[in-house]
């Protein structure tokens, strides 16, 4: 997936669909519960591309359950940041 293969093309990616799915209303916890989906299934299904993913999937596989729920909500919050930039 070219998507993964670089940091920013992956985290513009992110954030263009958490903004489609706040512009549809969906509540914010229910995109946490999204990023901590997508952060399984990354983790069991796709080998990281760049440092960055690797260091993510690192403290994911180390993680606790709170701990991927507090990983996946820093994701959200850094590609939030990243288009107000």
């Given at each position: ?10 985290t ?14 969906m ?8 990023a901590?989906?997508?952060g ?10 760049n ?15 709170s ?12 590609v ?6």
């Open positions: 997936m070219p998507i993964l293969e670089n940091w920013q093309q992956w513009s990616f992110l954030g263009q669909n958490v903004d489609k799915a706040e512009d549809a209303g509540p914010n916890h229910v995109i946490q519960q999204a901590v989906q997508i399984e299934y990354l983790a069991n299904n796709v080998d990281p591309k440092l960055q993913q690797r260091v993510l999937s690192d403290m994911w596989g180390v993680a606790s359950e701990e991927k729920e507090a990983l996946a909500s820093c994701v959200v919050k850094l939030q940041n990243n288009k107000l930039q």
